[in-house]
Every structure is written in structure tokens, then in C-alpha cells.
């Protein structure tokens, strides 16, 4: 009569042993947090394709993409252990290295590898009559998310046309998703955004009806960066057509993505994510054509004004790179 008692606990008991194990299991995997940007840029759709790659390919890692204010905040994030991998532009990485611009303190932070480079735009509409960098003084401009490499660039970028971003213009700091939104209801005047290209946000804009985009030339403004900053920057260009009614070549600067990491993850790790980020590029590509400017040929030759993680040296060794 009290028989079935222990048949009935015996029962549960196997029951409950797959749970437990695979509870185990999925503790076991080592979970990593990729630092990326707003949504309407590249870094975010990019850095959720590495997060996919990764947690498909190292079965004992979960990589998942979060959305940040980008450059400088990812920096920060890093240095401070609250994201494993981050994002940036080389001249934020090369402040927080050195503990200087917006960061009080070096930050320990190595680069994993040379993504590709991020175009500045600065793009308003025909509407607004701004046709040249001179225009933008007295204007409404958004010079990106605080706390984004976006920020910094535009920063400097007006200092060297001779115009003062905190006297010579409205600024607003908006990420660029927010930015296209005011400048289509008119709120602002123009935009200043570093990323890959195309990226949405402009191509939503440019095919917006009545809209007609014009992107602006900035490319003489180099020297005076390069002057000051070192040559963190070079000259570059959007290719006429990269979004709908841009009918010319834009003249601009641009400065290399990276993805670094803390000085001190473990060195295994920085070798196999470099590793699968490599070798699983095509998928990348799938992502956002930007992967397709991943060179793993030129990941030495001064992408990077930081020192690489020795993992990431490993696996560059190994495909027999050698430093510049």
C-alpha cells in the first residue's frame, strides 16, 4: 500500500537528472559581450554578425552584441571589465590607451584586429543651402551620441575648419538614427557620423520622398588633423551613388575600426576568436559588405596605434604576418 512511494520518488528523481545536467551544461559556456553601437549604424549589425559567428563556431562561448553609444563608452566598458569586446575608431583607442581626450586614466585595452574604415560623413539636404564646411557655422548640427567616436571626429573635424563646437554652433548629441529623424523634421541642419558605408540610416534618408541628400566635402581639412593628432586619419571617399541622389564622389577623412579587448583576457581565447572571426569572414560579408575590408594581409602595416593582444599575435604568426 505505501509501495509505490519510492518507485514514485526513483521516478522523479530520474526525471529531474537531465535538468541538472543540462543546467550544467549551459553554465559551462563562457559568455562574452560584444560592445557595438546604436542600431542605425554599422557597428551594430556587424558586431551582431561576430556574436552569431562566435557562438556557433566555439561551442563553449555565447557572444551576444549590445547596444551602445559606441567608441568611447565601448572603450570604457572594456576597460572596466563590463564588456569583453569593443568597437571603436583608432583615434578614441588611442586616447583611451593613453589616458588622454575623455578618459582620465589609460585605459588597458589591446586591439584584436583591424575591421575596416570608418567614413566620416557629414551630410545635410539640399533644402537646408549648406554646400560647403564654412556653411555649417550658425547651424544646428548633430555631432553624434555622447560619448561615440562620432563626437570626437566631428570635434575635430569643425576645430579645423575654424569653427568652434561650442560657440559656433547649435550642437546636438544624437545617435545617428536620432539625427536622421530631426534633420527629415527639420530640427536640425546637418549630421556628422563616422561608420561604414552604406549605413542605413542615410540610405533612409536619401530614399525619403522629397528628400534630396548632399553629402559634404571635407577632405582638405587632413593636414590640420594630422598636424595636430598624428596620423590617425587619411583622405577617403564615398563613392557616388553609395545612396540614393548622391550624383558625386564625396571628398572625405576616415579612421580604421578596431575590435579591442582588456590587456587581460586570456590569451587562448583572443587567439580563437581571431581566429574564427578569420576564417569565418564570408559570413561576415553576408552581414555587411564593410567585412569585405577585413585584410587579414594588413592587419600589421599601422591600422591599429596600439599594441595587439599577444592571441591575436599568435594567430597572426601563425599566417605568417610579420610587423611593419
Do not use: C
Not at 64 to 74: F, G, H, L
Amino acid at each position: 500500500m505505501n509501495f509505490k512511494k519510492p518507485a514514485l520518488l526513483v521516478t522523479a528523481l530520474l526525471v529531474a537528472l537531465p535538468l541538472i545536467s543540462t543546467t550544467v551544461t549551459a553554465q559551462e559556456k563562457t559568455r562574452l559581450s560584444i560592445a557595438t553601437g546604436g542600431t542605425g549604424g554599422v557597428y551594430y549589425p556587424l558586431g551582431g554578425g561576430i556574436a552569431s559567428i562566435l557562438s556557433k563556431q566555439l561551442p563553449k562561448l555565447e557572444a551576444t552584441a549590445e547596444v551602445t553609444s559606441a567608441s568611447v563608452d565601448n572603450i570604457k566598458l572594456v576597460a572596466a571589465g563590463k564588456a569583453d569586446i569593443g568597437m571603436s575608431l583608432a583615434d578614441t583607442v588611442w586616447d583611451g590607451y593613453n589616458g588622454s581626450g575623455k578618459f582620465e586614466a589609460k585605459a588597458p585595452i589591446r586591439a584584436l584586429l583591424v575591421l575596416y574604415p570608418a567614413r566620416t560623413h557629414v551630410v545635410t539636404i539640399a533644402a537646408t543651402g549648406i554646400s560647403k564646411m564654412a556653411d555649417l557655422k550658425g547651424k544646428r548640427i548633430s555631432t553624434g551620441a555622447a560619448g561615440s567616436g562620432t563626437e570626437v571626429v566631428a570635434v575635430r573635424l569643425l576645430a579645423a575648419y575654424g569653427i568652434d563646437p561650442e560657440k559656433d554652433v547649435q550642437r546636438e548629441k544624437l545617435s545617428v538614427a536620432e539625427s536622421v529623424s530631426a534633420l527629415r523634421d527639420r530640427k536640425i541642419d546637418a549630421i556628422f557620423f563616422s561608420g561604414g558605408m552604406p549605413t542605413a540610416a542615410f540610405t533612409d534618408l536619401a530614399a525619403t520622398p522629397g528628400m534630396q541628400i548632399k553629402m559634404i566635402d571635407h577632405a582638405d581639412g587632413l593636414k590640420a588633423l594630422v598636424d595636430k593628432y598624428g596620423p590617425l586619419y587619411i583622405n577617403d571617399t564615398i563613392p557616388a551613388k553609395m545612396y540614393p541622389g548622391q550624383d558625386k564622389d564625396n571628398q572625405i577623412i576616415s579612421v580604421w575600426n578596431l575590435l579591442v579587448v582588456n590587456e587581460k583576457m586570456d590569451n587562448d581565447l583572443a587567439y580563437k576568436i581571431t581566429k574564427t572571426i578569420f576564417e569565418n569572414q564570408a559570413d561576415l560579408v553576408l552581414v555587411h559588405k564593410e567585412a569585405l575590408n577585413m585584410v587579414l594581409a594588413d592587419q600589421l602595416k599601422g591600422g591599429s596605434p596600439i599594441p595587439f593582444h599577444p592571441g591575436a599575435m599568435k594567430y597572426f604568426r601563425e599566417k605568417g604576418l610579420k610587423a611593419k
